[in-house]
């Protein structure tokens, strides 16, 4: 059981007590109520002990509590008494009250009952006078539909009738009539859907008119046919003997028998071709017969008059193919004699003009070939010129009936090109295999030349559609201008799918042109009358001779002609793509040797560079007027490749690294030189630079400069010109960074060949017996040696070079120059505090010379025999310069003034100058004092080393030291016994040559 807790009550005032006693339960009532599972119970011992602390106190105040309880109790029952007296007063005025709702609501129900019912009854009433009306409203209703029906019923007969009488009886077939009788039966025929399977009539009817459309179709095909072929040539076509191979008129498959009887029908009653008028009008009932029957006529006569090309232009026509010539003679000779009974004599290779005449003279004259692809296009003109004679302003002009021949033609003319690109064989004559693949395909004359004249060719027909037709072409995304723009290189294959599954129109799917009046509003033209009234307003509108004022004819935007036959040679452009890089390989020859410079620019640069640019530019250009997809991205990758290529022919114009003996400065190699020092400048080799070469070194470098600018604007001008496909691909960032490498080489050159040519101070500095020198006198010799050899070297250096790349080459030259000196200053064995004082003189005059390097000017005193102080200029250096160089020398100025510092100091000299310094620096500067070992381990003692590891590191460092001066002495011996015999063989060879 949970003890009670009580408030503290610091009052014994029993009314406050009952009072907490009362709170309490309130309390305990309200958590009851929110928890059930924990209850809080009133403890009575506990709450008078929590109150009164001792016995007493509880004696004291109990009788008075008692007294206030029991009047506390008594007042309580009087309350209660009094409320139930007051509840049982009232509860026979509630029951009543109770009562009389109750009855109430039962009245309220019977009053509700009674209103449905009179309202039951008054919808009744009404119904049986409404009766009556309503039999004669439906009666009426069903009249109004019987007669509508019949009217209409009677105008289908009589539209049936006309439209047989014009189909059937007429001859000619009055096609003006029937454009518009089909659309009218078509429209009528719809109320009557519902009865065709109920009502026989209805049935048979329907039937009827399905066979009169499909006779119009026929009739259509077979005329058109007559026009352009002629009876006889029609008659075969339509017996499937022709061109069309088995298939019936509209392209669907028919016995013979039914192909007999329709021929025989036709050629009774036209046997004569009809005059451009009617065939107007046979073009407005095809239109009439709807969208699909439209197309279907639209690609059977473009494969009709298409197929004496495919014929005559097969591949397998190509007598200059790669396979041997007996078999390929054979072959196109039978392909020569099968063909030629079925060709129209109008359509033969007649040379009409003197450009064919040229084209005829060619080494080969098959017109299969690809070095006469130009006799195709002729081909085209021709058959265009023969099609406007026979058929003038027949076709609705919005029907673009020479856009889509002229695709289909492109759509072929791409498939052969491909077929003469393959490696496929094609069946010849006697089941031999012909290799279809033209024996000029690596020919890059005879390809660039057909790809021009095939992008010619459908620019031409672009601005003859454009100018003659009125077509308008869709926006190719800005890419137009190149053979394989816009997308165009899958676009015939996806072209040819559409192709199948909308059923022709020259492989354009309908549904793919947007239609645009000049309103902005979209239109889209439908089988029946509608179609029928758009293609009468096009058609009068366009009539000089009409007064008929009409809306304007839609805008049809048609996908665009670039690129449907010359993206044929996308995939095979590799000879193109050789050439010009074998070009470029062969200015890179001319650049190894090359070290011309053109100063036309801001920097002087080697003119192969200009040149190598300037041949890239005008390659994009070449390329660009053929094809912006595919081989412009193959161009770009040679580009890569010969960029490449580039910097490396530009790194090979820097000087070899030197090796062995000869790859020291002053008797010290590039790791003694380095040590101790910060590799932040990179210089890994030594370098000699004849007098001189620092110029072409500094060219090379401007040139890496204008190569990786140039680089960048190549890039952005691929960008610009290359498909949409292909400008996330093209990148060059590698050729960037090839060029920034061979210009930090360079600097690196510049650099470590700089600080070879001060080999000689640097020598001169080491065998300056330091310890002996007692006079303190001006600069030393090497350091005006080392003026000499600096610099007209940076002079010549910060004339050529940007001033970003001088910058760098400052700074690396000063890590370096002062690395090496610091370790040249420890490589000596003792130096005497006079000889302090001096290098601490000749180091202000350096830190003088290398401060003003950034700053140095032609116009400067350069003379080694005057003072430095003569030579500043006003200009001041790079505060980042000049912090980096004063903190190196104060480097060896701090470790000159240790060696300057008495033995006793020198402790504690060193914690306060060198921080940072450690025991191994400590015993550096303790040998160059020249100090006995002892006193040296003492001393290493003091700095915290242990006295055993100390003496060890004296004795290892002293050896060291004598054994690295031994080395350099067997060194400088052994590379001026080199130079020596070096000499004599220079001399023997020239002296051989006298």
């Known amino acids: 059981m949970t003890k009670t807790t009580m408030p503290t009550s610091q009052s014994q005032d029993p009314e406050e007590l009952v009072d907490t006693i009362d709170s309490f339960c309130a309390s305990t009532s309200t958590s009851t109520s929110t928890s059930t599972t924990r209850r809080i119970q009133f403890d009575p011992v506990d709450f008078l002990n929590h109150h009164f602390q001792t016995e007493s106190s509880l004696l004291t105040a109990l009788p008075t509590l008692r007294t206030t309880l029991s009047k506390r109790i008594s007042t309580l029952d009087d309350s209660i008494s009094s409320t139930i007296q007051k509840q049982s007063d009232c509860a026979h005025a509630t029951l009543q009250d109770v009562t009389l709702a109750k009855q109430s609501v039962l009245s309220l129900q019977e009053r509700i009952q009674t209103v449905q019912e009179k309202a039951r009854i008054s919808e009744q009433t009404v119904q049986e006078i409404t009766k009556e009306m309503k039999r004669l409203d439906y009666a009426k209703k069903h009249l109004s539909k019987t007669i509508t029906a019949l009217k209409r019923l009677h105008m289908l007969l009589y539209a049936v009738r006309q439209l047989n009488y014009a189909v059937r009886i007429c001859d000619p077939p009055d096609y003006h009539s029937a454009a518009n009788l089909v659309g009218a039966v078509q429209l009528l025929l719809g109320h009557f859907r519902g009865y065709m399977e109920s009502v026989e009539k209805m049935r048979m009817l329907n039937e009827d008119v399905e066979n009169m459309r499909m006779e119009l179709k026929e009739g259509i095909v077979f005329v058109f046919r007559v026009a352009a072929f002629g009876s006889v040539k029609a008659l075969e076509m339509t017996d499937g003997s022709g061109v069309s191979g088995g298939v019936g008129i509209a392209g669907v498959g028919v016995d013979n028998d039914n192909a007999n009887d329709k021929s025989k029908q036709w050629s009774e009653k036209i046997m004569i071709p009809l005059p451009p008028s009617c065939l107007k009008d046979a073009c407005h009932v095809m239109e009439a017969l709807g969208q699909t029957k439209q197309r279907e006529f639209m690609d059977l006569f473009c494969r009709d008059h298409l197929e004496p090309y495919v014929q005559l232009f097969h591949p397998m026509n190509n007598t200059s193919a790669s396979t041997g010539s007996s078999s390929s003679s054979s072959g196109g000779g039978g392909a020569s004699q099968m063909t030629s009974p079925i060709v129209k004599p109008s359509l033969k290779m007649v040379v009409a003009t003197g450009e064919e005449k040229e084209d005829v003279s060619c080494a080969n004259p098959n017109p299969a070939s690809l070095d006469q692809v130009e006799r195709r296009y002729g081909w085209y003109r021709r058959m265009l010129r023969e099609l406007d004679e026979v058929f003038p302003n027949v076709f609705p002009r919005h029907w673009n009936m020479e856009y889509y021949m002229t695709c289909a033609f492109l759509r072929t003319s791409r498939k052969h090109l491909l077929l003469l690109f393959s490696e496929k064989e094609g069946g010849g004559v006697g089941d031999k295999a012909v290799l279809l693949r033209d024996r000029d395909c690596e020919n890059v004359t005879v390809l ?470 450690t025991a191994s620096d400590l015993q550096t500067v303790m040998t160059l004092k020249g100090m006995k070992r002892n006193d040296q381990a003492a001393m290493l003692e003091k700095f915290g080393v242990d006295p055993i590891v100390a003496m060890k590191s004296t004795a290892n460092i002293n050896d060291n030291l004598q054994s690295l001066q031994d080395r350099s002495s067997d060194v400088a011996a052994k590379v001026n016994n080199d130079l020596i015999q070096m000499r004599e063989k220079v001399e023997r060879f020239r002296g051989a040559f006298r």
């Open 448 to 917: 660039l030349k057909a790809l021009q004249k095939t992008i010619l060719f459908e620019k031409e027909m672009t601005a003859w559609l454009q100018r003659e037709c009125g077509a308008q072409f869709q926006d190719s995304g800005g890419s137009g201008g190149g053979g394989g723009s816009g997308g165009v290189e899958d676009a015939p294959r996806e072209r040819e799918d559409e192709t199948k599954r909308n059923g022709g129109l020259g492989g354009m799917p309908q549904e793919t042109i947007g239609i645009q009046s000049q309103d902005g509003t979209l239109w889209k033209s439908s089988s029946g009358s509608g179609s029928r009234e758009a293609v009468d307003n096009r058609m009068e509108s366009s009539n000089p001779q009409t007064t008929i004022e009409d809306d304007a004819p839609p805008v049809v935007f048609l996908p665009p002609l670039i690129g449907m036959a010359s993206s044929a040679f996308e995939n095979f452009m590799g000879p193109y793509i050789a050439l010009e890089e074998q070009n470029m390989e062969d200015q890179l020859k001319e650049a190894a040797s090359d070290s011309t410079v053109d100063t036309r620019g801001e920097l002087p640069v080697l003119i192969s560079s200009t040149n190598l640019f300037l041949y890239i530019k005008n390659s994009i250009t070449r390329c660009t007027t053929l094809t912006k997809r595919k081989t412009l991205f193959s161009l770009y990758r040679a580009f890569q490749r010969i960029l490449k290529k580039y910097s490396k022919v530009l790194l090979s114009k820097y000087p070899s690294a030197l090796s062995g003996p000869a790859a020291a400065i002053g008797g010290l190699g590039i790791s003694g030189l380095t040590a101790g020092g910060s590799s932040s400048s990179g210089i890994k080799d030594i370098y000699r630079i004849p007098k001189g070469d620092e110029t072409l070194i500094c060219h090379v470098i401007d040139t890496c400069e204008y190569c990786t600018e140039t680089v960048e604007a190549l890039q952005d001008l691929i960008i610009d010109k290359i498909d949409e496909k292909f400008k996330s691909k093209i990148d060059m960032s590698a050729e960037e960074e090839a060029f920034h490498d061979v210009t930090a080489k360079g600097i690196r050159v510049l650099v470590s060949g700089l600080v070879h040519r001060t080999d000689q101070a640097f020598k001169g500095m080491y065998n300056i017996n330091w310890s002996a020198l007692d006079v303190v006198g001006e600069e030393s010799a090497y350091v005006r040696a080392m003026h000499t050899e600096v610099q007209p070297f940076v002079l010549e250096v910060k004339s050529i070079l940007p001033s970003s790349y001088f910058r760098n080459f400052c700074d690396q030259f000063a890590m370096f120059f002062t690395t090496a000196f610091f370790n040249t200053i420890t490589r000596q064995k003792r130096i005497s505090e006079s000889g302090t004082q001096q290098l601490l003189l000749d180091v202000y005059n350096l830190k003088t010379l290398l401060l003003r390097l950034p700053v140095l000017d032609k116009s400067d005193p350069s003379s080694p025999g005057k003072s430095p102080k003569a030579q500043v200029g006003s200009s001041i250096a790079p505060a980042v310069y000049t912090k980096m160089v004063t903190k190196q020398f104060q480097h060896i100025e701090t470790l000159l003034k240790l060696v300057g510092t008495p033995s006793n100091l020198l402790l504690d000299v060193f914690k306060v100058q060198w921080h940072e310094g």
